[in-house]
Antibody, heavy 117, light 108 residues
Framework: DVQLVESGGGLVQPGGSRKLSCAASGFTFSSFGMHWVRQAPEKGLEWVAYISSGSSTIYYADTVKGRFTISRDNPKNTLFLQMTSLRSEDTAMYYC??????????WGQGTTLTVSS | QIVLTQSPAIMSASPGEKVTLTCSASSSVSSSYLYWYQQKPGSSPKLWIYSTSNLASGVPARFSGSGSGTSYSLTISSMEAEDAASYFCHQWSSYPFTFGSGTKLEIK
């Protein structure tokens, strides 16, 4: 079965940094592009970043460009999101999701990031 | 960026009622890259409809999707209690990829 398990969330002070991980299993990780999507409390979904299967193509939302870095380690089946200069508005549940080519077909359970002093 | 506006924001429907949710784009979206996701409280989103009108695996046949250009919709032919959820449209037609603000569908 396809599984995506996020980790690394927690409480961070404004201006701080955090690195999220997403461990993938049950499929050939290196064959799929991956996304990070976040959801602020009681709010809608916000696309954050995309990385292609071989890391050659990367996109970011304007709200995180220059502060967040998406990366992946294919041999270790792991996706990352390095976040710096964190702001209160970055507080959200962060999901990793698999790009099937026709939609985000598998999502993790999410990891919660809270940016607060 | 393409802004997706969903309406209504909240609605309630009775069992058996026909329901239509709409997603309006600020610029034209390729129908191949318009998706819908269902999310229930406390759960991750699920891919529900892909490429405007194709049902994802396991989605009941009472759901359908249609649209083109700047106007898209998700329709439930006969509302059931299990369909109560939030629905989000999503476009990959142009970067940056964007989601609609969502429609919360409740059962009466």
């Amino acid at each position: 079965d396809v599984q995506l398990v996020e980790s690394g969330g927690g409480l961070v002070q404004p201006g701080g940094s955090r690195k999220l991980s997403c461990a993938a299993s049950g499929f050939t990780f290196s064959s799929f592009g991956m996304h990070w999507v976040r959801q602020a409390p009681e709010k809608g979904l916000e696309w954050v970043a995309y990385i292609s299967s071989g890391s050659s193509t990367i996109y970011y939302a304007d709200t995180v460009k220059g502060r967040f870095t998406i990366s992946r380690d294919n041999p270790k089946n792991t996706l990352f999101l390095q976040m710096t200069s964190l702001r209160s508005e970055d507080t959200a549940m962060y999901y990793c999701a698999r790009d099937s080519g026709v939609g985000l077909d598998y999502w993790g359970q999410g990891t919660t990031l809270t940016v607060s002093s | 960026q393409i802004v997706l506006t969903q309406s209504p924001a909240i609605m309630s429907a009775s069992p058996g009622e026909k329901v239509t949710l709409t997603c309006s784009a600020s610029s034209s979206v390729s129908s191949s890259y318009l998706y819908w996701y269902q999310q229930k409280p406390g759960s991750s989103p699920k891919l529900w409809i892909y490429s405007t009108s194709n049902l994802a695996s396991g989605v009941p046949a009472r759901f359908s999707g249609s649209g083109s250009g700047t106007s898209y919709s998700l329709t439930i032919s006969s509302m059931e209690a299990e369909d109560a959820a939030s629905y989000f449209c999503h476009q990959w037609s142009s970067y940056p990829f964007t989601f609609g603000s969502g429609t919360k569908l409740e059962i009466k």
